[in-house]
């Protein structure tokens, strides 16, 4: 999955789920690492980090 693909995907997930968003992400990753499918992990990984920089900083 390109870079803009995984950008596209995070706007997408962000729209659907709204703040619950990284959580679904996280969740896709533990999903794909316990069948065994590292490829398609890494690209929820890449996806979940896009996520956290739609959200900006965390800011306390």
Do not use: C, T
């Not at 997408?12 to 619950?20: P, R």
């Not at 065994?36 to 979940?48: C, L, N």
């Not at 956290?52 to 800011?59: D, E, F, K, W, Y």
């Amino acid at each position: 999955m390109n870079a803009v693909e995984v950008q596209a995907h995070a706007r997408k997930l962000y729209e659907v789920y709204g703040a619950k968003a990284l959580a679904e992400a996280a969740q896709m990753v533990r999903q794909f690492e316990q069948r065994g499918d590292k490829h398609v992990a890494d690209d929820w990984r890449r996806i979940e980090n896009a996520l956290q920089q739609l959200r900006g900083p965390h800011v306390s």
